[in-house]
């Protein structure tokens, strides 16, 4: 199970930290080894990929919307994955998702993913 965490309520403008971790320790080493993502789905809307980071943390890729307001990292001796939110807008209210992919690199394709975090809530006021 992986559990994500750092989700609230804020105002436009404001920063957020979402952290994501693995329960299980089963889990753990999939988390150092392969690539990871973060994905968010919005009230009546489809669940889009945001941003992805590979194993070694070294190669990033980002929904446009959220470069440069966005940082996906990761520290693979705590197996813990971030994604620090600045600059937050009322269009990036949604449902976070961490995800653990199949491989090592980075993907935004939901189909890349093999385990999925339950989410935690973003919500951003005007």
């Known amino acids: 199970q992986l559990q994500a965490c750092g989700g609230g309520s804020v105002q436009a403008g404001g920063s957020l930290t979402l952290s994501c971790a693995a329960s299980?320790?089963?889990?753990?080493?999939?988390?150092?080894?392969?690539?990871l993502g973060w994905f968010r789905q919005a009230p009546g809307k489809e669940r889009e990929f945001v941003a992805s980071?590979?194993?070694?943390?070294?190669?990033?890729e980002y929904i446009e919307s959220v470069k440069g307001r966005f940082t996906i990292s990761r520290d693979n001796a705590k197996n813990i994955l971030y994604l620090q939110m600045s600059d937050l807008k009322p269009e990036d209210t949604a449902v976070y998702f961490c995800a653990v992919a199949r491989s090592s690199g980075v993907t935004s394709r939901r189909e890349d993913y093999q385990y999925w975090g339950q989410g935690t809530l973003v919500t951003v006021s005007s």
């Open positions: 980071i590979a194993w070694r943390g070294g190669s990033t």
């Open positions: 299980r320790p089963a889990y753990r080493r999939t988390i150092s080894n392969n690539g």
